[in-house]
């Protein structure tokens, strides 16, 4: 089964020229490689987007933005909607992301509003679920994802619910070089299918990708994809590195 891989580049690629050799080094690195099928993502900070677009977009790598608001026009000073990001040739934005829970008081409510302008403007929202360390300890990881799922797909169709993807984020494992064991990941995989089904019924909870994301690396790529059988990954700092970003993808996609 073909594998998504993301890339979420964060805020990072401060200037031009290093946007340039970024996108130069991609290629470069991609050249040398044979990817069957799988899809790559690549969440570029917007101001980059319409370059990317220009630069790295083909059937196999496909673009998105991190963030999104849910209005489509007017007086939202700061602020990027749905549609523009469409029209500049985006195919998907990550929605929820932990940082923007954790650094702009985001909410899963506010989640379920991005994901419904996302949708409307045929973006694929990609949706971060997860628990923090401190909810891990408690023993209440599993309550704590059900509730950003519920909340997250509130009033959402099982139509365009099979189009979003989940991205489970453990919020301990990102950006800390701590992982789950593959049958913690397995467990929370089952339990997104459990919820999904009771939802949407069985045939759109086999439908919705489930990702894993928080510091993942080529050497633990079998351990956080393979073998609890996601759908795919979502890479943060190996993503800056289009080298090892690579390797993720090529180990997913011949399944070594
Ligand atoms: P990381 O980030 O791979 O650097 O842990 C993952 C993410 O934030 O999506």
Redesign the pocket.
Same mark, same amino acid.
């Given at each position: 089964m073909s594998k998504i891989i &993301?890339g979420?580049l #964060?805020m990072n690629l401060l200037t031009l020229a290093e946007r340039e050799r970024y996108l130069e080094s991609f290629k470069k690195e991609l050249k040398g490689r044979k990817i069957d099928d799988s899809q790559i993502i690549i969440c570029s900070p917007s101001v980059h987007a319409e370059s990317f677009v220009k630069k790295l977009k083909t059937k196999k790598i496909a673009l998105g933005a991190q963030n999104l608001f849910w209005e489509e026009r007017g007086s939202y000073t700061g602020e990027i909607s749905a549609t523009m990001l469409k029209n500049l040739g985006l195919e998907y934005v990550?929605i929820g992301? +932990? /940082?923007r829970r954790k650094y702009f008081k985001e909410t899963s409510l506010d989640a379920n509003l991005k994901i419904k302008a996302a949708l409307k403007a045929n973006l694929a929202p990609i949706y971060?679920v997860g628990e923090t360390h401190h909810e891990r300890e408690e023993g209440v990881a599993a309550q704590v994802i059900t509730q950003q799922i519920l909340e997250g797909f509130a009033d959402i169709s099982s139509v365009k619910a099979s189009s979003v993807i989940v991205?489970y /984020?453990p919020v301990w494992? &990102? !950006? +800390?070089?701590q992982i789950p064991k593959s049958d913690e990941i397995l467990e929370v995989r089952i339990l997104l299918r459990k919820i999904f089904a009771e939802i949407y019924g069985l045939q759109t909870a086999d439908k919705i990708k489930v990702l894993y994301? !928080? +510091? &993942? #690396?080529a050497v633990s790529a079998n351990q956080v994809c393979l073998e609890p059988g996601m759908d795919g990954v979502? &890479?943060?700092? /190996? +993503?800056l590195v289009p080298n090892e970003f690579l390797k993720i993808v090529e180990i997913l996609d011949k399944n070594i």
């Open positions: &993301v979420n #964060k990550i992301h +932990s /940082e971060c991205a /984020e494992a &990102v !950006g +800390s070089d994301g !928080g +510091s &993942v #690396k979502l &890479v943060g700092r /190996e +993503s």
